[in-house]
Each structure stands twice: as C-alpha cells, then as structure tokens.
C-alpha cells in the first residue's frame, strides 16, 4: 500500500464540500442519495476526525521528544511510548477516507458499523471505525449465507485515488417481518442496492429479491 494520494488529502482538507464517491456513469444507479447519503455523512465526520487525530498524535509526540529521558524503567516506557505515537502517525498520515474497508449492519440493529484499518473516534467519544483486527470486525469477513454471523448486510468498497469508484452490498438470507418476504427496500434498504448492484452487473445473474432468496 503506498502512500496516500493528494485527492486523498483533498477529501480530508474539505470534508464536505467534496464527495467520497467518484461513480461512473455506467453506476450511475449506484449514485441514489438514498443509497449513498449516510455513507457521506459518515466519511464526513472521518475525515474530520482523522485531521483532529493527526494534530493530537502529533501534540502527544512533540511532548514526549521534550520530556525528560529519565532512567531505567521510565526511559523504556518514554522510549516504547514514542515508538507507538511514531507508528499511529504514519498510519493516519498514509491513509485518507480509504481508511474505510466497508461497511456491515447487524440483523437486530439498523446503526451500520464501518470497519477501518485502524480504529477511529471522533472528539465526542463516538466510534467512527472498527478495527479490522478486533473481535467486532470479525463478521465483515466471516460471515456467509450459511453461517451470517447476526448481519443482515455489509457493503465493501473499492477505491481508487482516494475516492470510491465502486461498492458492493450483499444481503444476508435473514427472515424478516416476521419471516414473511417482502420486496427489495421495503423489507431492507440495502436490498434494494443489491438489486443495484446486480443491475449495473447483469452478467452476474438475474436480480431477485435477497428476502426471497433468503426463504428458500
């Protein structure tokens, strides 16, 4: 993974004036504010959460190199404290909005859950990315139709100079309203971008309901 790309640094510089995503026009379905909206909000407060962490780390780093060397003991944790703000700054500085691996929302909440490379929170506290290492990523990568793991969806993404050129939302087979069918987004809003999704790929198959699939 190289370094991080000046539209990158363009999205964190201006959070809300430039979009996360740079769809093509054969995915222009994909394009829908209702498909994408909560995702631009969400890189939104990334970005700016990435720009407060930087200036933070960088803070907490600059203080540590002044301090007093010490001795001992204290000169090895000053010494392993300096390495581990030396390493979180280059990760957040490598990186841009393409921090965002994807997205997963669990089959009993409709709060989507953003798995990072690293783990984010922003000034107030709240967590803005999962950390793809930890236990509560674990279902973006292990979940399948046979064995979901609690999701009802997840959406990956795929970027390129910084920004989304494409994504992709599966639809886990979990019965719902009351294990009555119902059709794409009304029963999900990620169903009806999977239906999307097939159509921008009609080679892939023909688009059905997840819900029906779900059923069978």
Known sequence: MGPRSENAELIILNPLTTSA???PDRLSAKADPRLIADDERHFAAV???LEQSVAEVSDRLDAERRGPGGAGRQA???DAEIHRLTARLRA???FGLDLCLGRMVA???PEPVYVGRLGLTDGAG???LVDWR???AEPFFGATHG???GLASRRRYRWSGGRIGDYWDEVLPVRCCSGRSRQCGTCRPAARTACANRAARPWDGPVGCPCEAGRK
């Open 47 to 49: 970005a700016e959460a």
């Open 92 to 94: 957040l500085r490598r």
């Open 134 to 136: 930890s236990p509560a």
């Open 21 to 23: 995503f740079d769809l």
């Open 147 to 149: 064995g979901p793991m």
């Open 76 to 78: 090895m944790d000053r």
């Open 107 to 109: 089959a009993d909440s």
């Open 126 to 128: 709240r967590r803005l």
